[in-house]
């Protein structure tokens, strides 16, 4: 029985790697614990170029599949919303920080829910 414990221990490949993430989560939550406002100034930087290049990811999405898309004014506005948004956001970081707390939870579930449930009847 300790010989078959032994054996599939050994097995799992990679079994550094979930150790390493949880070094470096507790060291990036102590970097944020000691310094508060250099870590929400680093948050709305990721935010904002996460959302500029969402944007243009959508836009090359919305406009190769313009012909197999019903709804695709919706896809290229939505495109259009992020890619403006987020480069406001991105060169006013100062206002990024402002609305970061407002904004993102509602980007966020906007962007989790599916679009049947969006575009349901």
């Known amino acids: 029985m300790?010989?078959?414990l032994k054996k599939s221990r050994f097995m799992i490949k990679n079994w550094w790697l979930p150790l390493l993430v949880g070094v470096l989560f507790i060291l990036v939550?102590?970097?944020t614990i000691s310094t508060p406002v250099k870590s929400y100034m680093s948050l709305a930087i990721?935010?904002?170029s996460f959302m500029f290049v969402s944007g243009i990811f959508q836009l090359i999405f919305s406009i190769n599949n313009r012909n197999e898309i019903d709804d695709w004014g919706w896809h290229f506005a939505g495109a259009m919303f992020d890619?403006?948004?987020g480069a406001v956001?991105?060169?006013n970081p100062a206002v990024t920080m402002v609305v970061l707390h407002l904004s993102m939870p509602f980007i966020l579930c906007s962007k989790a829910l599916p679009p049947s449930v969006l575009h349901s009847t």
Request: no cysteine.
């Open 2 to 4: 300790e010989s078959v």
């Open 29 to 31: 939550g102590a970097w």
């Open 46 to 48: 990721i935010f904002a």
């Open 83 to 85: 890619f403006v948004v």
């Open 89 to 91: 956001l991105f060169f």
